[in-house]
């Protein structure tokens, strides 16, 4: 998705190239905390939605 942030693929690619040949690529396998915690949040959020619209209706 580089290719959308720079005008060409091309620079994208040496751009890249560039940055990443002295670097240890890492890939790391499982949740994310940021999105385990945004999921939780939202979660968080959707039932307290829920308990003010059913005492809405009480």
Same mark, same amino acid.
């Given at each position: ?8 693929? !091309?620079?994208? &690619?040496?751009? %890249? ?6 670097? !240890?690529?890492? +890939?790391?396998?499982?949740? &994310? ?16 939605? +829920? !308990? %003010?619209?059913?005492?809405? +209706?009480?």
């Amino acid at each position: 998705q580089w290719n959308e942030v720079f005008a060409d693929v !091309t620079i994208a &690619s040496a751009i %890249l190239d560039r940055v990443l040949h002295h670097c !240890t690529v890492i +890939n790391i396998k499982g949740e &994310s905390y940021r999105l385990k915690e945004r999921k939780e949040f939202m979660r968080q959020k959707q039932q307290i939605v +829920n !308990t %003010l619209f059913e005492q809405g +209706n009480a």
